[in-house]
């Protein structure tokens, strides 16, 4: 089979990287890829965006399935545009895609069909969502509506912050048109789990827990990120605690997605707070997450084309997902002054001294006059296989010391493991 995966970073590459482990497949492509991605797929020059000529190349090449990373093609409706052509695209439909594009209509669906997630307040007016923090207690969270590439998520500790939250969205226009509207929503405690699940026609079915690292600096401080470590499993996700999660929650979305006339098809990415109330909803995504693709894949022992194509037909079943009991853990590097400002370019050496048991993940690089160079905040995620977290960690962070680039920053507490509940 020939297979297009769209999309630049490395959720791509590990799609591309675990695709290229299927006897079924014959040719990857990835549009537009990274430096990474040439290892094992061929690059195309085309922007995940440009609905047109992604439709027009997978018609050319008789693409036999297309999987989509990003969310911004599936917000603006790629797949019906693909399944419009008769093509085989893995990822939910438009009006499924709506739960990750916009943050109100998600929070609507939670709320109107009973799954846990924080208080909450819409606003359409500065001047409405400034009064409003007289009226609360303090941290808070200040959503923007729309798409920000995981960074439209401001904690607030006191008014000031909130002001100036408030004002970053609404008028400085950080994120353009997705900050047209807004979310005060309560601050949740806990430790924060992601749990990405396979839907097929709404039927929802999970995969192996992750914990996600959000904010740039170690102990969890400075501003949130798309994501700068993750490890798989999380060990606070027990028998017990998934059981609470499908009685709670799963079982409700279900319900929810077949109310509203969803026939979803793809990946659910749940994001969950564990507070001392029980699971709690903080989001949803409607693609794989990134870093967690990259520490959940590794341990998907089952042939990933089968259970795309099984998802995308009905036929997906709990046994189709088979797991290494191994620890994976991934850590991002990246640029300095990522997620705010940072320069691309810099010449990236000693990727041919790593441990044969490192993979690396790309997630922004290039090759420019035959070099591997950076092209983005987050750069390269260095992952490992473990019988143990610990062992894994260890591997880990002593291969990053062989990596070097002008302004490289990494977290050294990925997988330190905390108890916040």
């Known amino acids: 089979m020939k297979v297009l995966v769209i999309g630049s970073g490395g959720r791509e590459h590990a799609l591309c990287y675990k695709l290229s482990k299927s006897s079924r497949v014959s040719k990857i492509y990835c549009a537009p890829g ?55 695209i893995f990822g939910p439909e438009k009006k499924s895609a709506v739960l990750e594009g916009s943050k109100i209509i998600s929070k609507e669906f939670m709320e109107k069909y009973n799954i846990p997630t924080g208080k909450y307040r819409v606003f359409k ?26 960074k439209g998520v401001i904690i607030c500790k006191n008014k000031d912050e909130g002001i100036k939250a408030i004002e970053k ?4 226009k950080k994120f353009g048109s997705s900050g047209e509207q807004i979310i005060i929503e309560e601050f949740l405690e806990g430790e924060e789990t992601s749990l990405l699940c396979f839907v097929s026609q709404n039927n929802i079915f999970p995969m192996e827990s992750a914990r996600d690292y ?71 995504n409607v ?22 194509e099984k998802t995308m037909d009905g036929s997906l079943k709990s046994e189709d997902l088979k797991w290494t009991n191994k620890e994976c853990i991934t850590v991002v590097i990246t640029s300095e002054g990522y997620p705010e400002e940072y320069k691309k370019g810099k010449e990236i050496n000693g990727l041919e001294n790593l441990d044969k048991d490192i993979i690396v993940f790309h997630n922004g690089t290039k090759v420019e006059d035959g070099k591997l160079v950076t092209n983005g905040g987050r750069v390269m995620s260095i992952t490992c296989l473990g019988n143990t977290l610990e062992e894994a960690k260890k591997t880990v962070y002593r291969n990053i010391d062989k990596i070097k680039f002008d302004g490289m920053c990494y977290r050294k507490d990925i997988g330190i493991i905390e108890n916040n509940i």
Do not use: H, W
């Not at 007016?125 to 798409?147: C, H, Q, R, T, W």
């Not at 969205?169 to 400085?172: A, P, Q, T």
């Not at 009685?247 to 749940?270: A, D, H, P, R």
């Open 34 to 88: 990274n430096g990474g991605t040439l290892q094992v797929a061929e690059n195309v020059n085309i922007n995940p965006k440009d609905t047109d000529l992604l439709l027009d190349f997978a018609l050319s090449k008789s693409i036999d399935l297309t999987i989509v990373g990003p969310e911004d093609p599936l917000v603006n409706g790629i797949v019906d545009r693909f399944n419009e052509n008769g093509l085989k």
């Open 287 to 308: 693609r794989f997450g990134d870093p967690e693709t990259e520490v959940v894949l590794p341990r998907l022992e089952s042939d990933i084309l089968d259970i795309l």
């Open 214 to 284: 959000k904010k740039i600096f170690e102990g969890d401080k400075g501003p949130n990120t798309g994501g700068v470590g993750c490890f798989s499993p999380n060990p606070i996700m027990t028998y017990k605690l998934k059981k609470e999660i499908e009685n709670t929650i799963l079982k409700n979305i279900k319900i929810g997605l077949k109310n509203e006339g969803m026939n979803f098809k793809g990946i659910l990415f749940i994001g969950l707070m564990l507070t001392k109330k029980g699971p709690q909803v903080l989001e949803f």
């Open 125 to 150: 007016d500065v001047n409405d969502a400034i009064n409003f923090l007289d009226e609360i207690s303090y941290p808070i969270v200040v959503k923007a509506d729309g798409l920000c590439a995981g």
């Open 169 to 172: 969205i609404m008028i400085d």
